[in-house]
C-alpha cells in the first residue's frame, strides 16, 4: 500500500512514520513516497526516518520527490501537509495581525483567514490532480486551517477527502485521565468545527461522567484546559471547550499577551525549524537526535502565551507526545481494512447539525470504515455555540469565494464579519498588509 505524503520535508513527518514503523499488520503501508518543494528539506527528513527505520525489520521504503504527479500517481492514501509560505508567512499573518490590534493566529481570527485565502487555491489544485491522478485515493488532509481547506478540496474529491486534528483527541484523553476512564473505552461527545468545539459528554459504558467532572471544581482546575478557561467559566458553559477558544473567550487577553511576547509562535517556529534545518546541512550526529530535541522543546511552548495569560503553567508531561499521526494511521487503517471504529474527524455535515447546510464541513464523531467516514448524529449545540459556529462558517464561505473569484472586496468581507476583527476600516488595512507581504495573495484584484 502506497502512502503520499504532500509537505514531506515538514518537521512532524518523522511522527507519522515512527507511528507506520509499528504497525505490523497484513494491509499495511509499504511504500511512503514524501513530496515536497524543497529538496533541502526532504533530504533532512529523509536522514531522521533512515535512522528511524535502521533497526526494524520490513520498514516501509521511503522514496522523495519534488514532482507532484509522481508522488501521486497510484497512491492508496494522500497525507497532506503542506504549509503555503512557509513559517515566515505565518510569522508574517501574526506581525500584520497585531499591529491592527487583532489576533493573527494560525487558524484563528486574521491570521486564519490570511493563511487560506493563501492555502485554499493550491489545496484545490491539489485535489484536482489527485482526482486526475490517484481517483481512488483517500486524502487526509492536516493543512490548515484544516476544515476550511478540507471543505475546499471535497468541492472536487467528495467524501473522499477527511480531515484530522489531534485537539478534540487530546482534550477527550485529558477528561478520560482525571475520571479515572480509559479513553479507548469511552465516547466523546465532541461537535463544532475544526479548533472551535466543545465537549458535552463522555460516556462510559453507556453512562456519562461529564456532570461528575464539572460538579467538582477540584478535578476541573487539574488538567490543560481547566486552567485554560478557569472552572468557573466550564461550569458556566456546562461543557468542555477546544484549547483554541481561549482565543474567543479572552481574545483581548490573548492579544495583549501575543503583542508583548518576545517572538509570535510563527516567528520562533520559523528560528527553531530553520536552526534545525542548518545544522541537518552540516552535522554527521545523529539526525533522529536532533530533530528529537528539537520536536522536544516545540511541544513544550505550546500555546504558552495562552497559559500565561491564564497562569496555567507548564504542559503537563503526557501532553508532549504528539497525537494527530495516531489519528490519521488509526484512519488509514479502519478504511484499508474495514477495522470499524470512532474518531473525531472533519467530514461533511450531511444534516448531522441542522444549523448548516449538508456540504459544510464540521469536527464531530464519525464511525469510519472501509467506505469512508460517517458522521455521529449528534443533539444541537445550544445558542451561544450556534450563533459562534455558524458565523464562522460563514466566514469560511466568504474566503472560499475569494479564493475562487480572486475578488479583493470578498476577501475583505471575510475579515470583517469574523467575530475578533471588530472593524471594516480593520479588516480593508489587513487584506492591504497580506497582500503586501504574502505573493500568493498577488491575486486578489
Not at 491592527?100 to 486574521?110: D, H, P
Not at 484544516?146 to 467524501?159: C, I, P, Q, Y
Not at 466523546?188 to 467532572?213: K, M, Q, S
Request: aromatic letters at 6%.
Amino acid at each position: 500500500m502506497k502512502l503520499t505524503i504532500l509537505g514531506g520535508g515538514g518537521f512532524r513527518v518523522p511522527l507519522v512514520y515512527g507511528a507506520l514503523l509499528g504497525d505490523r499488520a497484513e494491509g499495511r503501508v509499504t511504500r511512503v513516497v514524501l513530496h515536497d518543494l524543497d529538496a533541502a528539506r526532504l533530504s533532512a527528513v529523509t536522514r531522521v526516518l533512515a535512522e528511524q527505520a535502521s533497526q526494524v525489520p520490513d520498514a516501509p521504503q521511503v522514496t522523495a520527490t519534488t514532482d507532484l504527479d509522481e508522488a501521486l500517481r497510484g497512491a492508496d492514501f494522500v497525507f497532506s501537509a503542506i504549509r503555503v509560505g512557509g513559517l515566515e508567512g505565518r510569522a508574517n499573518d501574526e506581525r500584520v495581525a497585531l499591529a491592527q490590534g487583532v489576533l493573527g493566529q494560525e487558524t484563528v481570527g486574521a491570521g486564519g483567514i490570511a493563511y487560506g485565502l493563501r492555502t485554499v487555491p493550491v489545496a484545490v489544485d491539489i485535489a484536482r490532480r489527485v482526482a486526475e491522478l490517484a481517483p481512488d485515493a483517500w486524502v487526509i488532509n492536516f493543512t490548515n486551517p484544516a476544515g476550511l481547506v478540507t471543505e475546499a478540496m471535497s468541492r472536487h474529491l467528495g467524501n473522499r477527502v477527511i480531515g484530522i486534528c489531534d485537539s478534540p483527541v487530546g482534550l477527550g484523553r485529558r477528561i478520560a485521565r482525571v475520571l479515572g476512564a480509559n479513553p479507548r473505552e469511552a465516547f466523546i461527545d465532541y461537535v463544532g468545527l475544526n479548533h472551535l468545539g466543545w465537549v458535552r459528554g463522555l460516556r462510559v459504558a453507556g453512562r456519562d461522567e461529564l456532570p461528575r467532572l464539572l460538579a467538582d471544581t477540584e478535578l476541573l482546575g487539574s488538567f490543560e484546559e481547566g486552567k485554560l478557561f478557569g472552572p468557573e467559566w466550564l461550569q458556566s458553559l456546562g461543557a468542555v471547550p477546544n484549547e483554541y477558544l481561549h482565543y474567543y473567550y479572552f481574545n483581548r487577553e490573548a492579544v495583549l499577551s501575543y503583542s508583548q511576547a518576545e517572538k509570535t509562535r510563527g516567528a520562533f517556529l520559523r528560528d527553531q525549524q530553520a536552526r534545525f534545518y542548518e545544522e541537518m546541512k552540516r552535522t554527521d550526529a545523529s539526525a533522529l537526535s536532533v530533530w528529537d530535541r528539537t520536536r522536544a522543546e516545540r511541544e513544550a511552548t505550546y500555546m504558552s502565551e495562552n497559559r500565561e495569560t491564564a497562569g496555567a503553567g507548564e504542559r503537563d508531561a503526557d501532553d508532549l507526545s504528539g497525537g494527530y499521526e495516531k489519528v490519521a494511521l488509526a484512519l488509514m487503517r479502519a478504511i484499508a481494512r474495514d477495522e470499524r471504529t470512532t474518531l473525531i474527524l472533519n467530514v461533511r455535515n450531511h444534516g448531522t447539525l441542522s444549523a448548516l447546510d449538508a456540504d459544510a464541513v464540521i469536527e464531530v464523531p464519525c464511525l469510519v470504515d472501509a467506505n469512508g467516514a460517517h458522521p455521529v448524529a449528534v443533539a444541537p449545540l445550544p445558542d451561544h455555540a450556534t450563533g459562534l459556529v455558524c458565523a464562522v462558517k460563514a466566514v469560511e464561505r466568504e474566503v472560499l469565494s475569494a479564493a475562487e473569484s480572486g475578488s479583493r472586496a470578498t476577501a475583505v468581507k471575510a475579515f470583517a464579519l469574523h467575530p475578533l476583527v471588530d472593524s471594516v476600516n480593520v479588516a480593508r488595512r489587513l487584506v492591504e498588509g497580506y497582500t503586501e507581504v504574502h505573493p500568493g495573495l498577488a491575486y486578489l484584484g
